[in-house]
């Protein structure tokens, strides 16, 4: 049996990894890869198994492997066919997760790639390609990205910004996915503020907080004299920041009636979250509606300029419109 490699050819631009083709039939056109093949293949430990993939080559498959479409040929001096798409991933659009939007998006998209700025705390099922760490100008030239749909948190610009940077740089243009703000209404006790450092100034020491921030928040309150409690989600060991509070480890999603049996069994007497928008965090507004409990509403950050959409509907529309969707 012989080994020789190949280069991806020229119009599979998301094949840029050298890969090891193991053959006995040269030509013949198999292909396999992590999860499944194309056709099948005999087992891993068989003699007659037709390639072998490097580690290169795994970390960008998806879990579904490599799929074939109905298109013959094959690039000249290349074994696999020319419309061969890898985990889904070879469409040019790239869609920054964060927020729920983003995994709407991506079902929507199966063929779009997933970066996420971070591991997920509690982890989901993602219909197509995804990886984790940093989005730069050189990250994109090399996913061959066409367009950037960035769909973060609402309240993290801090990944806003370096996804404007870095497509900036690439030369790639950038949809912000952004989800509405909440409104209060006239049952509501929100107190608007600026920042968590703000809550000194609103908070009266010795009260009870609930805060639904996020720890990023808490060294901000650190002047803050009141009792901080905060749900954490995904477990974790690590100590409380602050000399004042503890964590309360629970898993989502919560409806209003555990939330305002929360609230009654910790004794709060305040509510602090962030504008985040959206149907996830609303059930705790709503238990502190009823409970005639005061919010502190901390404002979203200001985000990059450009243009940005509300729904995953709108942002599909404006893929279209800009001939940059995969159909």
């Known amino acids: 049996m012989s080994k020789r490699e190949y280069v991806a050819p020229p119009d599979c631009p998301d094949a840029a990894w ?20 194309a056709p099948r293949l005999p087992p891993v430990d068989s003699p007659r198994r037709y390639f072998q993939p490097k580690e290169t080559w795994a970390r960008h498959l998806a879990p579904s492997g490599v799929r074939q479409v109905p298109e013959r040929g094959a690039a000249r001096g290349f ?7 890898y985990g889904g991933g070879m469409t040019g659009i790239v869609i920054i997760g964060g927020a ?15 970066r996420l700025p971070t591991r997920e705390r509690v982890a989901r099922r993602w219909p197509g390609a995804v990886s984790v760490g940093p989005v730069t100008a050189d ?22 910004f370096a996804v404007a940077r870095a497509a900036r740089a690439a030369g790639v243009p950038v949809l912000q ?29 010795g009260a009870r907080v609930l805060v639904a921030t996020g720890r990023a928040a808490l060294p901000g309150l650190r002047a803050l004299r009141a009792h901080v409690l905060m749900r954490r989600i995904g477990g974790g060991r690590d100590p409380f920041p602050l000399r004042r509070g503890r964590y309360l480890h629970a898993d989502g999603p919560f409806t209003v009636a555990e ?16 504008n985040a928008g959206g149907p996830g965090g609303w059930p705790k507004l ?12 901390i404002a979203r950050p200001r985000r990059p ?11 599909l529309a404006w893929l279209r419109t800009h001939n940059l969707s995969d159909g």
Request: one cysteine or more.
């Open 18 to 37: 050298l890969v090891t083709w193991r053959h006995s039939m040269p030509g013949s056109g198999w292909i396999a890869g992590p999860g499944g093949a």
């Open 79 to 85: 074994p696999f066919p020319r419309a061969l798409f």
């Open 100 to 114: 729920a939007e983003a995994h709407d998006l991506a079902r929507a998209l199966p063929g779009a790639h997933v």
């Open 139 to 160: 990250w994109l030239r090399e996913r061959g990205a066409r367009v950037v749909v960035e769909a973060a948190h609402p309240c993290d610009v801090a990944t806003a």
């Open 177 to 205: 996915l952004v989800r509405p703000e909440w409104r209060p209404t006239r049952r509501d006790r929100w107190v608007s503020l600026r920042d968590a450092r703000a809550a000194v100034g609103v908070i009266p020491a």
């Open 259 to 274: 939330e305002i049996r929360l609230l009654r069994q910790q004794r709060i007497d305040w509510l602090m979250v962030h």
């Open 286 to 297: 709503e238990a502190a509606r009823r409970l005639h409990l005061p919010v502190a509403m």
């Open 305 to 315: 300029g450009g243009p940005r959409v509300a729904t995953v509907k709108e942002a």
